[in-house]
């Protein structure tokens, strides 16, 4: 199993990314999957997951500006983040469960992990 994040950058506060996770070896519609971002000297949190049925939740940190989505054809996740804030800086990665429901964002339940890209938000 392989995802492979991509999106990331530098932007304005305020402003948007397009975050992608391409999975190979890895069906994304069969089980929960994740973002999680890392921050400088912080723990890694989950920030939006979304179950095999489509069913998705968010930290509060981000609720109503990012969404998490699937394109099954493309087997790729994407996390879409609007409203861009300086906190928001941090090393986004995807994460698959081997479960089709999600346990929260606790990360021992994700068996795979992509390598992150960056997100650096200026203010």
């Known amino acids: 199993v392989q995802l492979v994040e991509s999106g990331g950058g530098s932007v304005q506060a305020g402003g948007s990314l397009i975050l992608s996770c391409t999975a190979s070896?890895?069906?994304?519609?069969?089980?929960?999957v994740a973002w999680f971002r890392q921050a400088p000297g912080k723990e890694r949190e989950g920030v939006a997951r979304?179950?095999?049925?489509?069913?998705?939740l968010y930290a509060d940190s981000v609720q109503d500006r990012f969404t998490i989505s699937r394109d099954n054809a493309e087997n790729t996740l994407y996390l879409r983040m609007n409203s861009l804030k300086p906190e928001d800086t941090a090393i986004y990665y995807c994460?698959?469960?081997?479960?089709?429901?999600?346990?929260?964002?606790?990360?021992?339940?994700?068996?795979?992990w992509g390598q992150g890209t960056q997100v650096t938000v200026s203010s």
């Open positions: 994460a698959a469960s081997q479960r089709p429901f999600c346990v929260g964002f606790t990360r021992t339940t994700y068996n795979y």
């Open positions: 070896g890895y069906t994304l519609n069969r089980n929960c």
């Open positions: 979304i179950g095999f049925n489509g069913v998705s």
